[in-house]
């Protein structure tokens, strides 16, 4: 009897002595040896983790005061998970990048990261650092509805269309679809032909994961809406209109047989679709793959498709797949302004978002993107990234509301897919989406 | 003597003890604390909300989708795998030699990545893969096999089947071995039909590893996640959304953890339920054929 209560209070004391010794041991200063310590986390990105241990090496040589620790985050089993037991454990780094504006806005309502424009350490670098890259217009985009900035953009991939040029050619059609009208005339050319491609294959199209709306909806609905926000704060300001003509294009592409939501193995490069929603981040992966695809030879980029009435709309706005920079909360007052100083360094010479651009393929978030003279000898080289840098100040970014997954999967379940599928009206499916997104509110 | 053993049982026992109390009991009353806050892990402010997890998870209808869904899951997935070791069991068992190889074989899949073989899978199913393009060219036909809900629900159910049935057939292997020859011979000698001897000699017989077949895929069938997280991500409409899936949204995408720990402790009940009753049916049928 002794013997076995022995046994269960040692247990006791041996797992309450293990998790005192795992506790986070974390210098409050952020100091040691007289320098300032930050811990930056990079993407689970090779390439980006690469970039930022070249920048915080150079850094270091020209501030010897400041020690800036690159690790690359884990995705256990996501990025944001990952940060989310960082900061419950007490373990966050100083500042990280990867942070998108919806799960910034989770991270700002529960008060873990710096409002860089309010706090007193980090607003006037915050100013010098929007100068100095040239993205006031980029920026703007990422102010959340209680007027802070939480975060320092960092890439913006604006979502375009691509189109098969040759696909086009074969079916007669002589310019690239603009508008949704546009578009169906591809779809009756390819019935008329007796096709077996289709003009859109969208494999994820009925996939009610939250995340996906953001490269089948709202790349379509930032252009017919003109960028108007879908929901802002705790409002749903979404435009209806633009919506609904969204839901009755994709209800009308599906029920004519040209918009394909059956899982499919690259559709565009494998012609089986003429068109679809490229992010930059694919042009690698065809390099390898599908080294005969030649951009302007036998596909093109393009804003996304609007509805008629915008035929001559001008700076057609998309879906932005854009990330930043975040300081967290935690981080002490010299972290804060050494974190600021780290990122005044890297973003004052355009030559490491040149460097940023050549090592990761992905577009720095500034205004100049296309027209910044650093950047001419990458875009010639690669011609297939210049309308994504054109379309930088177009592309807006994912919402500031922390529920953004109850919402989208709202948006998905309720209405997308819906509307997309024929299972409801266009119009019902928007008003039963909208009642649907309101209760999140 | 007697509390020498004792002491060498504890002795033996504690180093499971320990990690069992670290691991699992500790966090398990966390979890069930957490499971009454809105907690989210990340904000400094922590408030009791009571009841109020529990009772939200009983009203979304998400979590209603999931209940169902499992049970849908259970129902096609545990005798589909059931059936596959059967023959696997059924087959090995009367192979002259080479049996051990044979084993290993069949028990490759269950050593497999469950994100891997999603990925082929999802690429063999797809509009373009060998399956549908086939089908097409031949019958004309075409199947969304992980878009429309029926097909992705059994899609999901064959994967985990194949994956599992080879581990269940080492468990049934050995019961079919353990039925003494002899039974068979007396069996055959008054006349028995082949079917009859499987039905009522060899099924009976195997009692002990059906039993613990039936209740280990039960268990496998409330826990499904990966596939289902790689192929459908819980849909076509969350016509595939498991607890599992539900509990991981919640948690690691919402970042609602008080939410996601009542919505486990829910799962968890429902998972235990279940399989008592299970239990208890299994036990009758046991029962009536002699065993304890």
Redesign the interface.
């Known amino acids: 009897m002794f013997?076995?209560k022995a046994?269960v209070g040692?247990?006791?004391l041996?797992?309450a002595g293990?998790?005192a010794a795992c506790g986070g041991s974390s210098d409050k200063s952020g100091t040691a040896n007289g320098k300032t310590e930050i811990t930056f986390w990079a993407a689970p990105n090779p390439t980006q983790v690469k970039y930022w241990k070249q920048m915080a090496s150079d850094f270091e040589k020209a501030n010897k005061d400041i020690t800036v620790k690159v690790t690359q985050m884990k995705e256990s089993?996501?990025s944001?998970?990952t940060i989310?037991?960082a900061?419950?454990s007490g373990t966050a780094p100083t500042m990280s990048e990867n942070i998108t504006r919806s799960f910034a806005a989770?991270?700002a309502?529960?008060?873990?990261i710096v409002s860089l424009n309010k706090d007193a350490e980090t607003k006037s670098a915050l100013t010098s650092i929007v100068d100095s890259r040239d993205m006031a217009k980029t920026i703007d985009g990422w102010k959340f509805s209680d007027g802070g900035q939480y975060v320092v953009p960092l890439y913006s991939n604006p979502m375009l269309f691509g189109w098969r040029l040759d696909m086009l050619k074969d079916l007669g059609i002589k310019s690239v679809p603009k508008t949704y009208s546009d578009v169906m005339n591809v779809a009756k050319a390819l019935k008329a032909k007796n096709s077996k491609s289709v003009v859109w294959?969208l494999?994820t199209g009925?996939?009610?994961?939250?995340w996906?709306r953001w490269f089948d909806f709202f790349p379509l609905y930032d252009a017919a809406s003109d960028g108007q926000a879908f929901v802002t704060g705790k409002k749903l300001v979404a435009d209806s209109k633009a919506g609904k003509e969204v839901f009755d294009f994709v209800q009308e592409l599906h029920q004519s047989g040209n918009l394909?939501?059956?899982?499919?193995?690259d559709?565009f490069e494998?012609k089986?679709a003429v068109m679809n929603i490229i992010g930059s981040w694919t042009f690698p992966n065809w390099k390898e793959k599908y080294p005969d695809l030649e951009y302007g030879k036998n596909y093109t980029l393009t804003a996304p498709v609007v509805p008629d009435s915008m035929k001559d709309a001008k700076n057609v706005k998309t879906y932005a797949d854009a990330k930043g920079i975040v300081v967290y909360a935690k981080a002490t007052t010299a972290q804060k302004k050494a974190a600021m100083k780290f990122m005044q360094f890297v973003f004052k010479d355009a030559k490491n978002d040149l460097s940023f651009l050549k090592t990761t393929s992905l577009l720095p978030a500034r205004d100049d993107a296309a027209t910044n003279k650093e950047f001419t000898s990458y875009f010639e080289a690669n011609p297939y990234m210049k309308p994504y840098a054109e379309n930088v100040p177009n592309a807006i970014p994912a919402m500031d509301n922390?529920?953004y997954?109850?919402i989208q999967e709202k948006l998905g379940?309720d209405g997308w897919?819906p509307a997309l599928k024929g299972e409801k009206s266009p119009a019902k499916a928007w008003s039963d989406m909208i009642a649907s997104i309101k209760g999140s509110l | 003597m007697n509390k020498r053993n004792d002491k060498l049982g504890f002795a033996f026992t504690a180093p499971y003890i320990i990690f069992t109390t670290i691991f699992f009991l500790l966090p398990l009353l966390w979890s069930i604390w957490l499971a009454f806050t809105n907690w989210n892990l990340i904000s400094p402010d922590i408030q009791n909300v009571g009841l109020g997890n529990f009772i939200d998870a009983l009203k979304s209808p998400a979590i209603h989708a999931a209940f169902f869904v499992t049970y849908k899951f259970l129902l096609v997935f545990v005798p589909l795998a059931v059936v596959l070791s059967m023959i696997i069991a059924v087959l090995v068992h009367g192979l002259p030699k080479f049996k051990g190889l044979y084993l290993v074989a069949f028990f490759l899949p269950y050593l497999s990545s469950g994100v891997v073989t999603s990925l082929i899978v999802k690429g063999f199913l797809s509009y373009n893969g060998p399956l549908n393009t086939w089908l097409r060219n031949r019958f004309d036909v075409n199947i969304d096999w992980l878009g429309s809900p029926n097909t992705a629900l059994f899609v999901v159910s064959f994967m985990i089947a194949w994956k599992m049935s080879g581990y269940y057939a080492l468990i049934l292997i050995s019961g079919l071995e353990s039925i003494n020859d002899e039974i068979y011979e007396a069996a055959m000698m008054d006349g028995a039909s082949n079917r009859t001897i499987f039905w009522k000699i060899t099924v009976p017989m195997m009692y002990p590893s059906l039993y613990t077949v039936l209740i280990l895929a039960v268990g496998v069938s409330f826990g499904i996640f990966t596939e289902v997280y790689q192929l459908t991500g819980g849909g076509p409409n969350y016509a595939t959304n498991t607890w599992q899936m539900e509990i991981y949204n919640q948690a690691f995408v919402n970042l609602k953890s008080g939410y996601a720990s009542a919505i486990a402790i829910l799962a968890s009940i429902v998972t235990f339920m279940s399989i008592s009753v299970i239990r208890k049916l299994i036990e009758k049928w046991g029962h009536h054929y002699g065993w304890n």
Do not use: G, R
């Open positions: 013997a076995k046994l040692l247990s006791l041996v797992a293990t998790l089993p996501s944001e998970a989310q037991s900061i419950a989770q991270l309502q529960s008060k873990a294959a494999p009925a996939d009610p994961t939250a996906q394909l939501t059956s899982k499919a193995t559709p494998t089986l922390a529920d997954n109850d379940k897919i």
